[in-house]
Nanobody, 126 residues
Framework: QVQLVESGGGLVQPGGSLRLSCAVS????????IKWFRQAPGKEREGVSC????????DYANSVKGRFTISRDNAKNMVYLQMNSLQPEDTAVYYC???????????????????WGEGTQVTVSS
């Protein structure tokens, strides 16, 4: 069973940066698509970024393109989300999820991701 644990969230000022980490256990990270989702209070969950299994192709929501970067460390079985130029609208709980799909660019819905972490809070505020 795939288990995921997020870390790295916190409080940051607008314009600041954070790096979220997703530790994967029970499976080899490069065999799964890993996707970051986020959910703000009162809003629907939205996909943020994904990285495909095998070839590590990536995809980003328009709202974070150019500011966020997803990456994977196969040796450490980790996935990261580097978030730069953070804005108050980025405030949310961020979740990483794993799914046995490829490429992730064709599987945007949370439906396809069957293992989830518990989330990490990101708050962007002055």
């Amino acid at each position: 069973q795939v288990q995921l644990v997020e870390s790295g969230g916190g409080l940051v000022q607008p314009g600041g940066s954070l790096r979220l980490s997703c530790a994967v256990s029970g499976a080899t990270v490069e065999h799964y698509a890993i996707k970051w989702f986020r959910q703000a209070p009162g809003k629907e969950r939205e996909g943020v970024s994904c990285i495909s299994s095998v070839d590590a192709t990536t995809d980003y929501a328009n709202s974070v393109k150019g500011r966020f970067t997803i990456s994977r460390d196969n040796a450490k079985n980790m996935v990261y989300l580097q978030m730069n130029s953070l804005q108050p609208e980025d405030t949310a709980v961020y979740y990483c999820a794993a799914g046995p799909v490829h490429p992730c660019t064709l599987y945007s819905s949370a439906y396809y991701y069957d293992s989830w972490g518990e989330g990490t809070q990101v708050t962007v505020s002055s």
